[in-house]
């Protein structure tokens, strides 16, 4: 029986490290990380959904994404076949983001971030991961946030804030811990919960991942 492929996408400035603990069965699946690259000038969400399809090899294949990655995953979706999109810690639709960041596209106040401030992990990581443990993580997010050009923040954070889908795709698989501090789970509806699981359980709940996502990923719809 040929493999299953899949593809993970990290989140925003991320990069394929934050999958380090995710294991599944090698005689089933095929792992396959992906990495953000620099958007070009003006570039549009889904004009880059489009090359990063390109880097997606198989067909049939299974793209997970997590957070901006889940977003990112969900747009690939029109260039490819896929066998499915799953997202993690991420929403499906704008009308699932957070007030502020729904206040912030009304306001245009994202241009005011001060990502030329990249070289502040700190500050860099609560917007991207949540400023709930950032603390003691600190060197843990040094090591897995590569991408801190501000060109490419500046795009990403002009991306999800602006980000179009309205309607929600019904195949797109979500899971989702209801401790989330970046997209809090009151405002999401049909995902797989996780009980504790915050932004980052990409990390912190890796093994309820490996446990359950073989059986989602093979699960007949």
Known sequence: MSKIHVYFMPGMAAS???FEKIKLPEDIFEVHLLEWFMPEKHETLKQYAQRMAK???YD???LVGVSFGGVLVQEMKQFLNPKKVIIISSVKSNTELPRRMKIAKTTKA???????LAKN?????KYAFG???VKQRLELYKVLMTRREKEYLDWAIEQIVNW???EIDPEVIHIHGDKDEVFPSKNIKGFININAGT???????YRWLNTNLPEIILKEN
Not at 110 to 116: A, F, I, M, Q
Not at 121 to 125: K, Q, W
């Open 199 to 205: 932004h980052i359980m990409i990390i912190t709940k």
């Open 131 to 133: 400023a709930g443990i």
């Open 121 to 125: 992990v700190e500050a860099l990581a």
């Open 16 to 18: 394929s490290l934050i």
């Open 110 to 116: 994202y241009k005011l971030l001060p990502t030329s």
């Open 164 to 166: 179009e889908r309205v």
């Open 60 to 62: 049939d294949a299974v």
């Open 55 to 57: 880097e997606v090899k």
